[in-house]
């Protein structure tokens, strides 16, 4: 299955794309605006897979939480080509995108962590099970680090992803669990792309529907509270 998935959820700009025969992935930290460096990292990634956007059989995206503009930015691309391809669309929280590419060992836990300031994290904790994709613990949302980790079993290893677990490393590792440092890791394309055709695997139906892939913010915007108040 011809497969592309993306995500802006983060810093990180995560692109990947499989054919029947290869896969590929063009994955930086974007300098600008993910508006100004999404399609051009798209159209890269499917060069060098020998696929043109009319192969893609199946488009994946992240929809955080995360950044509030780098979450609308991918998930409007990936509907808009899911729209105008007509291809089925599958979105999936960007924490899991993470999770699922860290190579854990059965019996693992991952703690996945992207910094939110005012001195919180969108984060998700994760066991690997070996079946399937990772087992959410804690669901990806707007937390306190330390109360994620409190989450965590005792006697598991918990593999530390994202830019959240370096902004608070104190409390990730003064926490008394058995944590592991990975927090530089970019989830491989073949991770990303095996993530988007397991779920939709799993319901293809919900899949066909691109107005059903809708952003998942965790909090309020700024503005939001500002009307509020």
């Not at 992207?114 to 001195?119: C, H, L, N, P």
Request: charged share 20%; with cysteine; aromatic share 6%.
């Amino acid at each position: 299955m011809n497969i592309l998935v993306i995500d802006t959820a983060t810093r990180i700009e995560i692109v990947a794309a499989a054919s029947k025969k290869t896969c590929a992935g063009v994955s930086s930290e974007a300098g600008a605006s993910h508006a100004v460096t999404l399609i051009d990292s798209i159209d890269r990634c499917l060069a060098q897979v020998s696929l043109l956007p009319q192969d893609i059989e199946l488009i994946g995206v992240g929809i955080g939480p995360g950044s509030f503009t780098g979450i609308r930015i991918a998930v409007a691309a990936a509907r808009m080509m899911a729209q105008v391809l007509e291809r089925p669309l599958v979105g999936f929280p960007t924490p899991l995108l993470y999770a699922a590419g860290a190579g854990a060992a059965v019996g693992d836990e991952i703690l996945v962590a992207f910094d939110a300031k005012k001195g919180r994290v969108y984060g998700a904790l994760y066991a690997e099970e070996g079946i399937g994709l990772p087992r959410a613990i804690v669901p990806p949302g707007d937390y306190d680090i330390a109360a994620i980790l409190q989450k965590a079993n005792p006697s598991a290893t918990v593999r530390c992803i994202g830019d959240g677990v370096a902004r608070y490393r104190s409390r990730v590792f003064e926490s008394g669990k058995r944590v592991e440092d990975m927090t530089g890791l970019i989830p491989p394309p073949e991770a990303a792309c095996r993530l988007a055709r397991i779920l939709y695997d799993a319901d293809p139906c919900a899949c066909a529907d691109w107005n059903r892939t809708l952003p998942l913010y965790a909090r309020k915007s700024d503005a939001e509270l500002s009307r509020e108040s």
